[in-house]
Nanobody, 120 residues
Framework: VQLQASGGGLVQPGGSLRLSCAAS????????MGWHRQAPGKQRELVAT???????NYADSVKDRFTISRDNAKKTVLLQMNSLKPEDTAVYYC???????????????WGQGTQLTVSS
């Protein structure tokens, strides 16, 4: 299973950006998709997740500013980020877990990371 993330970049404080991540491979079903981030010198932390049924979970630091959504048919997850702050600067990693199509084993995969820098 491969996860391809895109959409990072440089944005001014208060600005908006959208990250996207597409899953590919021998996938039977995807349960949870989400985003984590890692700032320099800090541990990776959860940003937001969304289940196949649409249930969402957000870190307190991004609630009311970020919105996660997914397209189950396209196996994609989006993260709309508004009112960005310098402390949102980090490498953002997408994540997915589910069931493989051939073996029916569970999988958990990470994308390669995309850099978001919030600075004036």
């Amino acid at each position: 299973v491969q996860l391809q993330a895109s959409g990072g970049g440089l944005v001014q404080p208060g600005g908006s950006l959208r990250l996207s991540c597409a899953a590919s491979g021998s996938i039977s079903s995807i349960n949870t998709m989400g985003w984590h981030r890692q700032a320099p010198g800090k541990q990776r932390e959860l940003v937001a997740t969304v289940t196949s049924g649409g249930s969402t979970n957000y870190a307190d630091s991004v609630k009311d500013r970020f919105t996660i959504s997914r397209d189950n048919a396209k196996k994609t997850v989006l993260l709309q980020m508004n009112s960005l702050k310098p402390e949102d600067t980090a490498v953002y990693y997408c994540y997915a877990d589910g069931i493989l199509s051939r073996s029916y084993n569970r999988f958990g995969s990470w994308g390669q990371g995309t850099q978001l820098t919030v600075s004036s």
